[in-house]
């Protein structure tokens, strides 16, 4: 699949959009676990990589994701800011400048999980970002190995971030600031497993739009 970098700063510019709309959502559900900030870091942050990169051109994809990652880093603050910072960091390493298969959003997930445990060590299971992520690249190898077309791979990778978004409702928190919450931290949607699934929804919708 041939994705321009015109096409790149769309999708970062989408994902923007969406989470800056999703600013109360996000809050609200951070509100019931956390300490209700976590729309207000994200839109802070993605208002900044909006202003960073609608003007500007960049030499390649690898620059623009930089660009990201390191406005997230100095934007958003709190646990998430860092960790998704590292994730965008990590991405601009391997990220292809035009064509993209399967593999390439393999490696792009695999390394966004190695930047977001080597900073957070948490594992699936423990209601983070990670319970979304995980599932997507495990989706994306299963694709892989079923010989799938990249868009069926892609619309079954956003079913899988649902659902691991979804399953966080019911577990318990062993990291972060809802794990302050213990047995109380049951019955809510991890705030961060809902902004990873808002990204990966723009990402895929208009890679296959
Ligand atoms: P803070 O908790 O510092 O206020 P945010 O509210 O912006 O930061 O982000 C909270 C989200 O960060 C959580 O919902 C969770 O998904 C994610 N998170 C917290 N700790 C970790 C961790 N160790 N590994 C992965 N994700 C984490
Ligand atoms: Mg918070
Ligand atoms: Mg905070």
Do not use: W
Not at 100 to 122: C, H, M, P, Y
Not at 178 to 197: I, M, N
């Amino acid at each position: 699949m041939k994705i321009t970098s015109e096409k790149i700063k769309d999708i970062f510019i989408k994902i923007a959009d969406v989470l800056i709309e999703n600013k109360n959502y996000l809050t609200e559900l951070d509100a019931a676990i956390g300490d209700a900030d976590h729309g207000i870091n994200m839109a802070r942050g993605f208002t900044k990589v909006k202003e960073k990169i609608e003007p500007n051109g960049f030499k390649n994809n690898s620059d623009l994701v930089k660009t990201v990652a390191m406005t997230l880093i100095s934007t958003v603050g709190g646990a998430s800011g860092p960790l998704y910072g590292t994730a965008f960091l990590n991405i601009s390493k391997v990220i292809p400048d035009s064509d993209f298969d399967i593999d390439s959003l393999i490696n792009i997930g695999e390394t966004v999980i190695e930047g977001i445990q080597r900073l957070g060590k948490a594992q699936q299971g423990e209601k983070t970002m990670l319970d979304t992520i995980i599932p997507v690249v495990n989706s994306l190898r299963e694709s892989k190995g079923k010989g799938l077309s990249l868009e069926r791979a892609l619309e079954e990778c956003k079913k899988a971030a649902e659902e691991g978004m979804k399953a966080t409702i019911p577990l318990q928190a062993t990291k972060g600031r809802a794990s302050y919450l213990g047995e109380r931290s049951k019955g809510h949607q991890d705030p961060g497993a809902t902004s990873s699934y808002l990204i990966i929804k723009v990402i895929v919708d208009e890679l296959i739009s």
